[in-house]
């Protein structure tokens, strides 16, 4: 059971990236994916985008209307696409199964690849 995420790099503002999760040894189709984002110096994993078995997708209202999640069953693969990228994007992107935690919130599950660099500049 595996989580690969690709895609990172080093953008300018306002430009655009897409990641790609894939996945071996279990189908993301049956599972909630997420993408996570931690920023530099912070510990903290913060939830940015979601999609359920469902194909039903969440997101944090920060990237709304700039960023969009899409999953390929045929490959087994989620991808995030982010356009009109800012610094405070800057981070660790990983993907994971998603779980409710503690606090209601989305947090990721024992399924989670080992993240891809997103580095935006001003």
């Known amino acids: 059971v595996q989580l690969q995420a690709s895609g990172g790099g080093l953008v300018q503002a306002g430009g655009s990236l897409t990641l790609s999760c894939a996945a071996s040894?279990?189908?993301?189709?049956?599972?909630?994916i997420g993408w996570f984002r931690q920023a530099p110096g912070n510990e903290r994993e913060a939830f940015v985008y979601l999609i359920n078995s469902s194909g039903t997708t969440d997101c944090v209202d920060s990237v709304k209307g700039r960023f969009a999640i899409s999953r390929d069953n045929a490959k087994n693969t989620v991808y995030l696409r982010m356009n009109a990228l800012q610094v405070d994007d800057t981070g660790l992107y990983f993907c994971a199964s998603v779980n409710i935690g503690v606090d209601l919130d989305y947090v990721p599950g024992d399924r989670r690849g080992q993240g891809t660099q997103v580095t935006v500049s001003s």
């Open positions: 040894g279990f189908s993301l189709a049956r599972y909630a």
